[in-house]
């Protein structure tokens, strides 16, 4: 096994078209929604700036903040996990 595949944790080829699918994926949804990644970067500088304008009573506010993440990031890593499955 080449430095690169262990780097990897796949061969390059599985690993840019997995890629490429999760990008198709995440762009399709991107695109539907209107968003953009400067829309991302402007709501996460947004909701920190808020935080800090709110003080300690927006810790209460974390959880929907984590469930709105969560509602990204554990499809992604289904899709992710779904297409790594080997057997």
Do not use: C, E, Q
Request: glycine residues 6%; positive net charge; without cysteine.
């Amino acid at each position: 096994m080449s430095a690169l595949t262990r780097f990897l944790g796949d061969s390059p080829l599985r690993v840019i078209i997995k890629l490429l699918i999760v990008s198709l994926i995440v762009g399709f949804v991107m695109s539907a929604f209107n968003w953009s990644p400067f829309d991302i970067i402007h709501a996460l500088r947004d909701t920190v700036v808020h935080l800090w304008n709110m003080g300690f009573d927006a810790l209460g506010r974390f959880a929907s903040y984590i469930l709105l993440g969560a509602a990204i990031v554990v499809p992604a890593f289904l899709i992710l996990r779904l297409l790594n499955y080997r057997r």
